[in-house]
């Protein structure tokens, strides 16, 4: 905006929060198949983002993926398995950072809370281990990369 200059310092920071459901389908004794759904909270509160392009407007959560474990039978055997994954869906995605800011007219600088946003649509990949403590229970573990593609650009 005119008169005010300010530049976020960059990096990791803390975005919005989710909270899904998630339901996967085994396909075969190594493959499942799934969908997540939930609400995204603590994102972006104002409207200009979404009403300009720049965001997914709607606290809203879609995504569909898809799992396969390694090894054989790999989802009816106690003991661990590697596994992959990859989703793909529709979901806001900002985080803010305070930013000083200077005013023509006014000394020194104010903080402002300046926000990214990112979506609607997103697509993901990761890795990890799978622990059955019986045929039909497990544990899993698993670290997921995400990039949100939309008005704002792409926001790993």
Do not use: C
Not at 13 to 32: E, K, P
Not at 91 to 116: F, H, K, N, P
Request: net charge positive.
């Amino acid at each position: 905006m005119n008169g005010k200059a300010g530049n976020p310092s960059g990096g990791l920071g803390a975005g919005d929060a989710r909270a899904l459901l998630s339901l996967d389908y085994a396909v075969s004794t190594s493959l499942l198949v799934g969908a997540r759904v939930g609400y995204v909270a603590n994102g972006y509160p104002g409207k200009l983002a979404s009403s300009s392009g720049k965001a997914f407007g709607p606290s809203l959560h879609v995504e569909a993926r898809a799992t396969y474990l390694f090894g054989k039978d790999a989802l009816t055997k106690v003991g661990f398995s590697p596994m992959v994954m990859g989703g793909a869906g529709v979901a806001e995605y900002d985080m803010s950072q305070v930013v000083q800011v200077a005013r023509t007219g006014t000394a020194g600088q104010q903080a402002i809370l300046a926000w990214r946003t990112a979506g609607p649509a997103f697509a993901a990949v990761g890795g990890g281990v799978r622990y059955a403590f019986s045929p039909s229970i497990g544990f899993t573990s698993l670290l997921k990369l995400t990039a949100a593609f939309g008005g704002s650009g792409v926001v790993p």
